[in-house]
């Protein structure tokens, strides 16, 4: 059964950091390139960052760039995402998602994980 399981949400002060992973199972990473993606109540989800299937590009929504760094490590069959200066706006559920294109684009991506939770707040 292929599954994306996201973890590392939590409660976070206003200029802290975590590091949300995308882990794999029943399926190799290494094929596929990663989107993160996330969703606050009562807003569109919306894409943060993507990594191409052998990392050699990248790419940032703007909200995010100079904040938000994604790697992966492909032996480790997980991609992870290192939110620096976390703000409250960045308060959201926080997806991860593989496909064959990498893009911000929802559309473009296959399997999705569960989610887990990003709270910014004092």
């Known amino acids: 059964q292929l599954q994306l399981v996201e973890s590392g949400g939590g409660l976070v002060q206003p200029g802290g950091s975590l590091r949300l992973s995308c882990a794999a199972s029943?399926?190799?990473?290494?094929?596929?390139?990663i989107g993160w993606f996330r969703q606050a109540p009562g807003k569109e989800r919306e894409g943060v960052s993507w990594?191409?299937?052998?990392?050699?590009?990248?790419s940032y929504e703007d909200s995010v760039k100079g904040r938000f760094t994604i790697s992966r490590d492909n032996a480790k069959n997980t991609v992870y995402l290192q939110m620096n200066s976390l703000k409250p706006e960045d308060t959201a559920t926080y997806y991860c998602?593989?496909?064959?294109?990498?893009?911000?684009?929802?559309?473009?991506?296959?399997?999705w994980g569960q989610g887990t939770q990003v709270t910014v707040s004092s």
């Open positions: 998602a593989a496909g064959h294109w990498a893009s911000l684009d929802a559309r473009n991506y296959g399997h």
């Open positions: 029943g399926f190799s990473l290494d094929n596929y390139a």
């Open positions: 990594i191409t299937s052998g990392n050699e590009y990248t």
